[in-house]
């Protein structure tokens, strides 16, 4: 029963939901699509209180022990439930509150994506080198669209920006269509695996 | 004794700290001093401008305000030109978080900026609801039950006390779905544009927009504005300019740098090649 009763669970979402798509009948759609998906919604929400329930506990385990970087450790669990018992007690539009997230999160956030900006155009000037043909289309195409999709290449030359536009639109776009019809069906077929019962990974290693 | 590096050998191996430091002077320059360089419109700015423009007066749109703290840069110019131009024709916003927590931050300083120009009133004619885990499973759900998962508004105030709220019970009352987050358009796809077919519009940022793309060419959704960029032109055709024009300066001149960086290498590596020292540049 230990493998049998999860098998049904998941036969019945996953074949509930998928019926939802096709079938109009309300006892489908609405009775037992529609509440699985509430469901679901339900139960991400217990997923992010569980990893913030194992974030705690693998970083209070450290903060304990004085392991590696302990004082990081203490300073994320400040960080988490200062920030979640601010909210809780005060609520969200507390002022204190937003004047955290707009002074600290905001701009530690942007500054590590911002980054990759540095990383990026050093990175371009280590590797962009017109080795072979292949290399040679591709820094081309970098550089039309690096230009193109900016004012100061746009000014040195008007047409760089359609160019950019046609190679986003045509080269770029059938390149990415087939990466997503190859991820699609290669997800349709996991997916009709997992509710038929053949794919058991998700059982854990006694189910498999 | 170390040898002398020839001059082609020194355009191979500017130092990443030279580097770095010149960026960052190209980006902080135009920020403190902006040039103010000319904007062409994108299709798919152009488009999704039309689109919104097109919508009948009294219309209900939903828009799921994605915006997280390290994409904000790139979504919050573009949230806020499009919000102008939509609470210009008086159109009736539904906002939803289905990629960030963060969300309703961002959407609290909207409404406490933008939306009080427009005297908009809230519950009759922009509605905030919480925020639900989940993802693309939320988004199916919201699609699907709307009532059902937002049985309260995001500050706790029953969804029957709210007009707008009222008004719909799933994604067919709503004349379009645009949404703002750093991801691409696929889920908005596959759960709304796919099954029900209401229009959409995607706005998202730079790493983003190749996958949107894609769905932009094939005409499943509407209109794509991309990155800053995109940004920028949207505030040039709502007539309002913002920090995302201002910004396009930075990105212009840090373009234009790393441009000239890749002639620079390449001249160091055909000028070496030919001596047999072609190497990595440091």
Known sequence: MRKEVPLIVTFIAGAGIMAGFFLQAPLVKVSLSANLLNWAVIISAFALALGAGNLTRLHGLNLSRR??????????????????LLGLVKGPTYSSYTYI??????????????????????????TFRMRSWQATLM??????VALGRVGIGQAMWPALGPISDWINRYPNASAMRGIVIGAALGTVSLGIRVILGIERGHLGAEGG | MKPSLSFAERLGRIDVRVIHFLVALL???????????????????????DTFDALPPGSTILIDYSIGAAC????????????????????????????????????????DTVAKEYNYEYGKEIVMTPYRAGQETALAAIARDFQGVFPQDYYGADSSTLPLMQEIQD????????????????????????????????????????????????????????????????????????PAAAMMDAQSSTHLFAVILVVLCNISYFLTRKSGQAGQGR
């Open chain 2, 171 to 242: 994604i067919n009352d709503f004349a379009l779905v645009a949404h703002l987050a750093n991801f691409g358009p696929d889920i908005y796809v596959r759960q709304i544009g796919a099954p029900y077919g209401v229009p959409i519009v995607c706005g998202t940022t730079g790493v983003c927009s190749p996958l949107a793309q894609a769905y932009f060419a094939s005409g499943q959704i509407q209109g794509l504005v991309a990155a800053l960029g995109g940004a920028a032109e949207y505030e040039v055709l709502v007539g309002k300019p913002g």
């Open chain 2, 27 to 49: 980006i902080l320059l135009p920020l403190i001093r902006p040039v103010g360089l000319p904007t062409q419109i994108s299709e798919g700015t152009q488009k999704a401008y």
């Open chain 2, 72 to 111: 904000a840069p790139e979504l919050e110019p573009q949230a806020t030109a499009w919000m102008h131009h939509l609470m210009a024709k008086r159109t009736k916003i539904v906002l939803t978080f289905v990629y960030s927590a963060e969300g309703p931050i961002f959407a609290q300083k909207m409404l």
């Open chain 1, 67 to 84: 392991g590696k970087n302990w004082a990081l450790s203490g300073l994320l669990l400040l960080g988490l439930w200062g920030f979640f």
């Open chain 1, 101 to 126: 997230f707009n002074a600290v999160l905001v701009p530690g956030s942007a500054t590590v994506m911002a980054l990759n900006g540095f990383y990026i155009i050093s990175a371009c000037y280590r």
């Open chain 1, 139 to 144: 820094v081309l195409t970098a550089v039309v």
